[in-house]
């Protein structure tokens, strides 16, 4: 039986590996620990749930099938598990390919491994990709390495657990030699260990020390140090200090914002992060999904790593709307920018609020619709639908003076006496800053 498992559980006890920044290192991370397992003469499982970017059967040399949605068709998990080649107790089992669906949610059911400590490598990013193991796992492993993007996503990741009600069992350091002090502030996350940065890190002594310690660690966890701290708080943070401030902590679950700002102007700073805050489906009406994540990355320390979808053409409509159905609990969604879809029929788009706002109210979530200043046609039904409006005004003054940037709120349904407008300062590193409010502001 797992050394994870508790009375009841019907998934054995799943670990899901995370971070969403990538690159931290979560599938060398899945190996070691799996490894350390076998090694305590616990028998381990190392599946891979990242479709995009599957890399469990790279790194042990394994064939690409069969898969996890082999499951599917009636296999065994006997038939699908492929022998780690240096720990024959660890078995790898593949991502499912881009053209098989298959539903994380189904897992427990078909998953008899009874006797085995059971290990889901998460794909990066903090969107539905990650969301759907993430919520079938009885605890999750947090990773990150010493930058400032892999610690600011480990805490998206921790905040995302923590309104999943999964379990943070704790927080390993992978490519470090002590733990980075932004760590030691993530409140009720034990911090597990330090993974030293060497070459060939699998076939390195330290290495596997180190993975040796954290499973030991884990062994000895009691129930207590793994149940999450009751997630405090009925706001939802924009990642904008001050407006955050002067909406009492942010807007309320359930809520549509409409972000209306010139096409020139910095407004795609505020949507990157937002995604910095907790996990985001980014949907992009314009850009390419490449071009989307390379602007996020160059943005803001503080910008996460949204899962990111292209919606274009005659269906664009209909596409948004399949995935917006599928948004897990507590998500950001974010359109960037939805003047694609106001040019629609009027019925039509007017539908696809009602039923945006919808999802929204039902998953506790946060919809940003970032509106550019053209007016389509069916821009008034955007703005009527939507719970707060922020409009984005920028200043060029006189030659020797900075380009002013205004923050302003006509609307804002909980509270109709928030007409403020907020000066921001656009940081050289992407950031935004927020300073005194704007001359004549109320």
Not at 115 to 142: E, K, M, N, R, T
Not at 157 to 175: D, F, Q, S
Not at 396 to 411: C, G, M, N, Q, Y
Request: glycine letters at 8%; charged letters at 25%; one cysteine or more.
């Amino acid at each position: 039986m797992s050394i994870f498992k508790r009375e009841g559980e019907a998934n054995g006890g799943m670990i899901a590996i995370a971070g969403s920044k990538g690159g931290c290192g979560k599938s060398t991370v899945t190996l070691g620990l799996a490894e350390a397992f076998a090694r305590a003469e616990t028998p381990a499982l190392a599946i891979d749930a990242d479709r995009q970017l599957p890399n469990l059967h790279v790194m042990t040399e394994r064939d690409r099938g069969p898969t996890i949605a082999d499951l599917d068709r009636g296999a065994d998990i006997t038939e699908i598990a492929q022998p780690h080649p240096r720990e024959p107790t660890v078995g790898i089992v593949p991502a499912p390919k881009s053209s098989q669906a298959f539903e994380f949610d189904s897992l427990d059911e078909r998953l008899e491994a009874d006797g085995q400590q059971v290990l889901i490598d998460c794909p990066s990013g903090a969107g539905p990709d990650v969301v759907d193991p993430l919520a079938q796992s009885a605890g999750v492993i947090v990773l990150a390495s010493n930058t400032d993007r892999t610690l600011d996503a480990a805490e998206t990741t921790i905040e995302m657990a923590r309104r999943l009600g999964v379990p943070v069992y704790g927080a390993i350091l992978n490519k470090c030699s002590e733990i980075p002090e932004p760590a030691t502030r993530w409140d009720g996350v034990p911090l597990l260990g330090c993974v030293p940065d060497r070459p060939s890190p699998l076939l390195n002594d330290d290495v596997t020390t180190a993975f040796d310690e954290i499973v030991e660690t884990l062994a000895t966890q009691t129930a207590s140090d793994r149940a999450p701290p009751e997630y405090a708080g009925d706001r939802l943070p924009i990642g904008i200090e001050e407006l955050d401030y002067r909406l009492g902590g942010g807007l309320s679950p359930g809520s549509v914002v409409a972000l209306v700002a010139e096409p020139a102007s910095q407004a795609e700073h505020i949507l990157y992060r937002a995604t910095g805050v907790r996990g985001t489906l980014y949907l992009s009406t314009q850009r390419s999904r490449e071009n989307v994540r390379r602007a996020i990355e160059s943005a803001a320390t503080g910008s996460g790593t949204p899962t990111t979808r292209r919606v274009t053409g005659d269906d664009a409509l209909e596409e948004a709307a399949s995935l917006i159905d599928k948004l897990p609990d507590a998500a950001n969604l974010i359109v960037d920018p939805i003047d694609e879809l106001e040019r629609r029929d009027r019925s039509a788009y007017v539908s696809f609020l009602d039923e945006l706002k919808d999802r929204m109210v039902e998953t506790d979530g946060l919809a940003i619709l970032y509106c550019l200043e053209d007016e389509p046609p069916n821009r008034s039904a955007t703005l009527r639908a939507a719970d707060a409006v922020f409009e984005l005004e920028t200043v060029t003054p006189a030659a020797d003076a900075d380009i002013e940037h205004l923050l302003s709120v006509p609307k804002y349904r909980p509270k109709a006496g928030l007409s403020e407008t907020f000066a921001l300062e656009f940081a050289g590193d992407g950031g935004v800053a927020p300073i005194e409010s704007a001359p004549g502001a109320e």
